[in-house]
């Protein structure tokens, strides 16, 4: 009896089984795979044109420098960056305190007066201890803000941020602000590595494509150094991440859009035996890029930053040196990145009171819609220097 | 809503597996305690939320390891409940995951993270890590191996992928990448060290049967 009864049992017990198998297999792999296939994007760069206000910001040769933050607010400060606001005013952002890495260190910001001309309200905008409380985990330090303003008018702010060890060990967060950085949402860890998601940091610009995508140049340090590029839907999550160079010494790209689908990497060098700017060309809006080749431009392992003007020529801020950071020069090319020329010195070397040089480095600019180009650079790691021009200015040197 | 609560709870829930799984070897090896076996998962919650320096010590863990996969969670609960049980069984007297099954996991894992890391890390010009944020690629190959692992009736590993897709439908870890639902460093480098521990054990045993009968 028992003999008989076995066989019949089993079959159905296993076709239950499979039946519930089948049914969970459905559940989780038809939504995702029917996202994944009904969803493309394309690969356009997004081409601000025209926009050029009248009055003297196009005629007249204009050029004025000054600095951001109050002196001696804090130690040290670093690696600033600066959006255009809805308002025209300008947000600036770097990050200081006691020294480089330490717990103290946060990303502060001040706001620029179009009408004034004065950069007012300093304050932190974030730190480790607010990142962690968002993160719901332990945050030693803070770092390398960088600013996006969207086709929306949302103000994008990315900035990285390591639990342990060095720089390196760094992952990127970001933060968005709809009142032009009056208040700011939660920060949001990307995750853009397998292990433990160790070592991706920001630098360059942010940039759009024509989609409203966002275009985030990041780098990889762990191991081995490479820039790569992160692709960011409109509600932030990673869309796709592409890698810019695989040499192993060139980090902190800083990627300037062509036209459409034709644009230029910049790269800091971290090889003693190369010293040169580097560079990598994408032709396909930055799905893929060529082998990273040299600029006939000297780089002492220091940031560069690349921006185009709207006569289509492209800028370089860059220290022109192979082994110091103590000048910030300009370089041009009217020919998309082939030749270049160094035009403009816009700080030169020279010592401090205690011996030491100075250093000019971690450029960042921006044109804005009023053809103005702002410049703003580390000096001496204890201010934050602001340059602005226009295109007369620029067409006499 | 679920999703977000989930994503919330999952690096507590990551950590308490961990420390219980950990401290239940450490019980096994020096104590044969039936009781100690079912306090352990309350001591090793408890210690989660031990307050250092104002933050609780999962915190610190998050920080610095982020979240373990899915299969790892997964494989870390069934060794904390087959501990705590004792011998847990389903029908055909099957321990889950049996040994072949445990096989198949960490054979498959030690693959992928032997292509996963080196190229993912800079030591190959390709990323493999890129196919999880669009993983249409990645998604069939897993189903492709799903259903094989069912047929072959390797039922709890066919179990594994299935979960980690369905918690990635939910957003359930803070990553967009397929990947790091399905391995993370710890369970690759556990399975590095079990396969190599696997191959140098049935290599021995091949030469002592070798000596036996010459």
């Known amino acids: 009896m028992q003999l008989n009864t076995i066989p019949s049992i089993t079959p159905v017990r296993i076709r239950g ?35 050029k206000s009248s009055g003297i910001n196009n005629h007249v040769p204009f050029y004025r420098n000054g600095f951001i933050q109050i002196e001696g607010q804090t130690p040290i400060v670093h690696s600033p960056s600066v959006v255009e606001l809805n308002d025209g005013n300008l947000l600036a952002v770097w990050y200081g305190g006691t020294r480089e890495g330490v717990k103290d260190v946060a990303i502060y910001r001040s706001i620029w007066n179009r009408q004034t001309g004065e950069w007012t309200g300093d304050s932190i905008l974030t730190g480790p201890s607010d990142t962690g409380e968002d993160l719901g985990r332990y945050i030693r330090k803070v770092g390398n803000p960088v600013l996006l303003k969207d086709v929306d008018g949302k103000i994008w702010l990315f900035y990285v941020s390591a639990s342990v060890g060095a ?18 949402s939660e920060a949001r860890r990307l995750v853009t590595s397998p292990f433990l998601n160790l070592s991706t940091l920001v630098r360059g610009a942010p940039f759009l494509y024509n989609d409203g995508s966002i275009g985030l140049p990041v780098y990889h340090e762990f191991l081995i150094k490479f820039g790569e590029l992160l692709r960011l839907r409109t509600d932030g999550t990673i869309m796709d991440k592409v890698r810019i ?62 921006i185009r003007t709207r006569d289509g020529s492209l800028l370089l801020a860059f220290n022109n040196s192979y082994k110091n950071r103590d ?39 921006i044109h804005t819609r009023d053809d103005m180009i702002h410049l703003v650079y580390t000096w001496n790691r204890k201010r934050i220097r602001h340059i602005y021009f226009n295109s007369s200015w620029l067409e006499g040197l | 809503m679920i999703s977000i609560f989930l ?43 031990i307050p ?18 899915i299969t790892s969670v997964i494989l870390l609960l069934s060794f904390l409940v087959k501990n705590i049980s004792n011998n847990i069984n389903i029908s055909n007297n099957r321990q889950v995951p049996s040994g072949r099954e445990k096989s198949a996991i ?25 196919l999880g944020y ?40 803070e990553s967009e990448n397929l990947w790091d639902y399905l391995v993370d460093p710890f369970i690759v480098f556990y399975a590095w060290g079990w396969v190599i521990y696997s191959l140098v054990k049935t290599d021995k045993k091949e030469i002592m049967q070798d000596n036996e009968y010459p």
């Open chain 1, 327 to 365: 000048n910030m020069s300009l370089a041009r090319s009217v020919d998309d990145g082939q030749t270049w020329e160094v035009v403009h010195v816009f700080d030169d070397r020279g010592y401090v009171n205690d011996g030491n040089r100075k250093e000019f480095s971690y450029p960042f600019w």
């Open chain 2, 52 to 69: 250092v320096r104002g933050l609780y010590l999962y915190k610190y863990f998050y920080g610095v390891f982020g979240n373990l996969s």
């Open chain 1, 245 to 306: 160079s695989g040499d192993g010494t060139s980090l902190q790209p800083s990627v300037v859009p062509l036209d459409s689908k034709r644009g230029i990497a910049f790269l800091r060098c971290n090889s003693s035996s190369t010293s040169r700017v580097l560079s990598s060309f994408t032709d396909d809006g930055g799905r893929s890029w060529s082998e990273v080749g040299k600029l006939p431009l000297p780089n002492p392992d220091s940031s560069v930053m690349g």
């Open chain 1, 17 to 51: 089984a499979t039946a519930g198998f089948i049914f969970l297999v459905i559940l989780a792999f038809l939504p995702v795979l029917y996202k994944e296939f009904s969803y493309t994007h394309t690969w356009q760069f997004y081409i601000q044109e025209g926009q």
């Open chain 1, 167 to 184: 720089w390196s060990g760094s992952t990127v967060n970001v933060r968005t602000s709809i009142d032009n950085g009056l208040h700011w």
């Open chain 2, 106 to 130: 960490l054979y498959s894992v030690a693959v992928a993270g032997l292509i996963l890391y080196p190229t993912s890390l800079g030591f190959l010009p390709v990323d493999l890590y890129r």
């Open chain 2, 7 to 49: 994503s919330r709870a999952y690096p507590i829930f990551c950590y308490f597996s961990l420390i219980a799984s950990f401290t239940m070897i450490i019980i096994n090896r020096k104590w044969n305690s039936v009781g100690l076996r079912i306090v352990l998962p309350a001591i090793s919650f408890t210690i989660l939320f």
């Open chain 2, 134 to 173: 669009h993983p249409r690629f990645l998604l069939i190959l897993i189903l492709c191996l799903t259903i094989l692992a069912w047929m072959v009736s390797l039922r709890f590993a066919a179990m594994l992928p299935v979960i980690a897709v369905i918690a990635f439908n939910l957003n359930i870890l």
